[in-house]
């Protein structure tokens, strides 16, 4: 993915509960390709808890970078590959669900995702970007967060917990995007999926 550092004055403006999710002050990036943004998003469903969830908006705000997902998946892979080949018998359950699991688990603590934000997400879109493209977000690493936002009940019996926004030692990087900001309103067409974990 390629990107071109804008100036912050182009009539975006990023309120400070968002903000609060970025680790420092978030750059203004126009965004092509070749490369891709991937979005968790959940599917309505009933979840184990017995709570009615509703369908993430694919054009949602919060992005991460294809190339992150990736990599996640291929170390997801290799790591219950690895497990596999130690216990010297195959796992219960297919390896393709079961990475599916890892990288849930994974991409929650990695992009610091309160349960409250999202209680479940089983799936993710992709945006595909082009050469020539020149989608307008802000950049920049995700901050810690607590397993739930102080404005949840479960926040004060789990507040110990954090969530680290990191991927191994280096923090991971998150893009915001606003489909409704003029420059990027045409790049919607370009979500595609839900594809499943």
Same mark, same amino acid.
């Given at each position: ?17 968002? *903000?609060?999710? /970025? =680790? ?5 990036? =126009? ?8 979005? @968790? ?11 009615? @969830? ?6 949602? =705000? ?11 998946? *291929? ?36 992009? #610091? ?40 009940? #479960? ?7 954090? @969530? ?14 606003? /489909?409704? /900001?003029? #420059? ?11 594809? @499943?974990?």
């Amino acid at each position: 993915m390629n990107k071109i550092l804008l100036s912050k004055d182009n009539g975006w403006t990023i309120d400070s509960n968002t *903000k609060s999710t /970025f =680790a420092g002050e978030p750059s203004f990036f =126009a965004l092509s390709g070749p490369g891709s943004l991937v979005r @968790l998003v959940q599917i309505g469903k009933t979840n184990y808890y017995g709570l009615q @969830l509703k369908s993430s908006r694919p054009d949602g =705000a919060y992005w991460f970078d294809g190339d992150f997902f990736r990599r996640l998946a *291929k170390e997801a892979r290799e790591e219950l590959q690895r497990q596999q080949t130690a216990n010297k018998q195959p796992f219960a359950n297919p390896l393709d669900e079961l990475v599916g699991n890892y990288l849930r688990h994974r991409l929650r603590d990695c992009l #610091a995702v309160c349960y409250d934000w999202t209680l479940d997400f089983d799936a993710y879109v992709r945006l595909r970007l082009e050469p020539g493209d020149a989608l307008v977000a802000a950049e920049g690493p995700v901050a810690a967060q607590p397993a739930y936002s102080p404005k949840d009940s #479960a926040y004060e019996a789990a507040k110990d917990i954090q @969530l680290t926004g990191k991927w191994i030692d280096e923090p991971s990087i998150q893009y915001l995007v606003d /489909f409704t /900001f003029p #420059a990027n309103t045409q790049y919607t067409q370009r979500i595609h999926g839900p594809f @499943l974990f």
